[in-house]
């Protein structure tokens, strides 16, 4: 019988998957392991009510949508740390690599009452595996299409009071594009725990990587790769935590800091054959947060959860950019085209921010700064009664923000099983908000200062039933929700390094609701072998019709299973195939005409992935080899108009434990 996941992610505090009334997925180290998926976007892929788009090869931006929110109504956690984007608001996961996760927690629904702004669709919570058993050291490496190749070295393990966990891996590829699109990306995740004290442990998480990738979609708007536009991304993160049992009570202390720092620049070469910056963009922002939560369990009946929470964002912009005096640009300027695609800064003043703007005679400089803190109460208690046959978990949060009116949200859910049938009934109502980023609010071309904080609240309703001693599940779930101030913007579905997004794309208020089917089933039929599928029907209604990169039909489904002595004794293989499909949907087009970047049709697709692997007896070698293939069809296909997503490419690889 499969063993019920534990989850932290739904309710704060440590609950089995099958005890929480909120609609939670969880994708596993083993998932990620025998499906071969170096990056986070990839195995999030497949998940029930959550979209990934990706725009091109890898390494290149890649949002998550859950339920048809917007990317930046969708909060992403590692390690429990926010990390969305103070500026644009959403996380972009072109960088985020699978090294050392223990787990992904999908949280689907309003999370509002628990986690404040930006939870409005779900949370995507990545937690880093603690350290076990005897200290070893772990060598991977794989190569493939376009000189693709990656090499992780790993350790872990425990001893005594002290575990330790880590990862750092070099990953690169030339790319599918026939000029500059190279990408690369050094990333190393620890975590190192100590059990100082009976029920106390001290945690702590570092997080480190460093990408560099060709932009030869900065110009797609022109139809022409552009040979020379690059981005280059720092992040780090840091987290100190205390965590202690006291009999029936627990608490946590917390503090982290996460940087993020983009880099943007393009070239062009004068009539001498000398290469000058067009544009140079730095982006720096910060995130500083500290979190008490105290826990009191009322004789297996009640969990009382309590806590604080606050956060420091800030963000600077630099620009470096043309002056408008030749005549290209004095037409761009007539069209109301920028040809940064993100900023145009002129004056502004604002409590919340502040931008100058300095002119030469080629160029012109703009610098931005902007901070915001919030501080956040929260309340939480979780019920089982009669028999653990009903549960019921209510909330409250009250958020103060600078600039903005105190918010205050609730949720509420319960679940109940009919015994004779193993049936769990589950029912939620959520409410959540966001508001607006600093981008949203201050970037003067695209930007509104008007702006009202998204509101949010949401129901959704299911049931959980089981078959055959557990190894069959059926989880049908029906949701709909309601966005006031919906923030609509066409540079929300799109990269952040792209040129030609015309004015009228400028961020406004509208209203919009949101309601569809996910239909999950999971089944064990024999021995090791695992099959799954999944398929989300949205339907979506606003005041300005339309909205992008949101499919109202997808699924997936997949087969995978492990066999023992298949050629001698101690030896093992394994095989994992996933096929997701996606229909029709709108995206912007940025072909369009008379302006680029308006919504246009983009077909559906489906694509297979297959990965398999061969491990060697151990009285041979503790050896591993891989082979992988994404998009085994060659499929062409596009998850964003513009930018192609890769044929079909391979990967041979091996992993060797000491």
Not at 70 to 80: F, H, I, K, M
Not at 336 to 344: A, K, L, P, Q, T
Not at 557 to 576: E, H, I, K, W
Request: proline share 5%; glycine share 8%; net charge negative.
């Amino acid at each position: 019988m499969r063993l019920p996941e534990v989850v932290v992610t739904a309710t704060r505090t440590r609950t089995h998957a099958d005890d929480t009334a909120a609609s939670v997925s969880v994708v596993t180290d083993a998932d990620i392991a025998q499906r071969d998926q170096a990056s986070v976007a990839e195995a999030l892929r497949g998940t029930p009510g959550l979209d990934i788009t990706e725009f091109g090869t890898p390494g290149r931006s890649a949002f998550a949508s859950i339920r048809g929110a917007a990317p930046d109504q969708v909060l992403v956690l590692l390690d429990g740390v926010e990390v969305n984007s103070p500026n644009v608001g959403q996380f972009d996961f072109a960088n985020l690599a699978t090294d050392n996760l223990d787990r992904i927690e999908i949280v689907r629904g309003g999370g509002g009452a628990l986690y404040g702004s930006e939870a409005i669709g779900g949370v995507i919570n990545a937690i880093t595996r603690r350290g076990e058993g005897p200290f070893h050291v772990t060598f991977q490496g794989e190569a493939g299409s376009a000189a693709t190749h990656r090499e992780i070295v790993s350790v872990g393990g425990a001893h005594g009071m002290f575990a330790l966990s880590g990862t750092a891996s070099y990953n690169a590829t030339d790319g599918f594009r026939s000029i500059n699109d190279d990408y690369q990306n050094f990333s190393t995740n620890w975590r190192g725990d100590a059990d100082l004290v009976p029920g106390g442990t001290l945690r702590s998480f570092i997080r480190y990587s460093d990408a560099h990738a060709g932009l030869a979609n900065f110009n797609v708007s022109e139809n022409r790769l552009d040979p020379d536009a690059y981005s280059r991304n720092d992040f780090f993160l840091a987290k100190g935590e205390w965590e202690h049992t006291l009999g029936n009570l627990t608490y946590r202390v917390a503090t982290s800091f996460v940087r993020d720092n983009q880099r943007f620049r393009d070239d062009t070469v004068d009539e001498e054959g000398e290469s000058e910056p067009t544009i140079i963009s730095h982006l720096p922002s910060e995130i500083i947060g500290a979190e008490a939560q105290v826990d009191y369990l009322w004789r297996e009946l009640a969990l009382s959860t309590i806590g604080l929470d606050f956060k420091e964002r800030s963000v600077q912009v630099f620009r470096l950019e043309p002056a408008e005096d030749d005549e290209e640009d004095l037409e761009d300027a007539r069209l109301g085209i920028n040809r940064v695609g993100y900023y145009r800064f002129t004056r502004i003043s604002h409590r919340r921010g502040f931008a100058e703007e300095e002119d030469d005679a080629a160029s012109e400089i703009a610098r931005f700064n902007a901070n915001r803190s919030n501080v956040a109460v929260y309340g939480q208690e979780q019920l089982r009664l009669l028999d653990d046959q009903l549960r019921a978990v209510g909330g409250v949060r009250y958020d103060h923000y600078d600039g903005f009116s105190d918010q205050v949200t609730w949720s509420g859910s319960g679940s109940y099983l009919v015994r004779p049938t193993q049936t769990r009934l589950r029912v939620g109502y959520a409410e959540g908000f966001r508001t607006p980023t600093f981008d949203e609010l201050f970037e003067p071309t695209l930007g509104n200062p008007n702006l009202e904080a998204e509101e949010s609240w949401e129901l959704d309703g299911g049931i959980t039933q089981d078959l055959l001693d557990g190894r069959l599940r059926f989880e049908p779930t029906y949701f709909y929700r309601e966005v006031h101030n919906f923030i609509e913007e066409t540079i929300d579905q799109l990269p952040g390094p792209i040129a030609g997004v015309p004015e009228e794309a400028r961020a406004h208020n509208v209203n919009a609701r949101f309601q569809g089917v996910e239909l999950a089933a999971r089944a064990h039929p024999i021995g090791t072998v695992t099959l799954w599928a999944n398929y989300t029907y949205l339907n979506f209604v606003t005041d300005s019709g339309t909205l992008l990169n949101r499919p109202r039909h997808r699924g997936a489904a997949g087969a995978n299973s492990t066999f023992a002595d298949v050629f001698t004794a101690g030896d093992a293989a394994s095989a994992a195939a996933q096929v997701y499909v996606v229909a029709h949907r709108d995206s912007a087009d940025p072909y369009s005409q008379p302006e680029p970047f308006m919504p246009s049709d983009l077909g559906s697709y489906a694509r297979v992935d297959l990965a398999l692997a061969y491990q060697l007896p151990a009285r041979w070698a503790p050896l591993t080899v891989t082979a992988t293939v994404r998009n085994l069809f060659n499929r062409d296909y596009q998850e964003a108009i513009g930018f192609p997503a890769p044929p079909a490419w391979f990967l041979i690889g091996f992993r060797y434990v000491l």
